[in-house]
């Protein structure tokens, strides 16, 4: 059997000086720490056999993936279903305890708790991002590849390949900036999986981190 290695990538921190949960909206950008953050991986990675880089849709994650595309010398390819949890707060200032979630006008959003932010349904996105990774798994077979996305589908996907429940306290989530969540696979079998944080850790409660 091949060994093959799918690294997912969250992306760096984003400039968002409003603190709000930005989501899918356009126009949020890496961060001067965040492309800091994106050369240091970039360097981690140099040596790996990486042949090949894809990215979610997102401009942060794009510029994310850019430097280890650049510096394996490929083509940066896109799928969306590496794009972030679809969430019904986006543009709002709610961020993990700060009591926002209290106010009465956002109750009703609040019925279902299987369903991340209010949004996507955990296995939906378990699901895209497993779909994500089996390509990528195939498209770098034998070598290893970088798939670049954001904290909750990557936390969703590992909790659903380590067959955890779904539903989780967000501040607890293991996935800091510009980690790597890396799985190994023998031919189509997922044999381990490794966590680690080239950059260092960063707080989950706070929002964009």
Known sequence: ????????????????PTGILYGRLPGFRLSDRGRQQALVVAEHLADHDVVHVVASPLERAQQTATPIAD?????????????????????????VGDGALRSPRHWPKLVNPFRPSWGEPYLEIAHRMLGAVQ????????????????????WTLRRFLEGKRMWHDPRRRECSLASLTSLVFDGEELVRLVYTEPVGATNPRVTGA
Do not use: K, W, Y
């Open 71 to 95: 510096s394996h010398r490929l083509d940066l390819a896109t799928d969306a279903r590496l794009i972030e949890a679809d969430n019904q707060f986006e543009g709002l200032r709610v961020a």
């Open 135 to 154: 390509r990528a798994r195939a498209a770098a077979e034998g070598h290893e590849a970088v798939c670049v996305s954001h904290q909750l589908p990557i």
């Open 1 to 16: 059997m091949s060994r093959t290695v799918v690294h997912l990538l969250r992306h760096g921190e984003v400039h968002n």
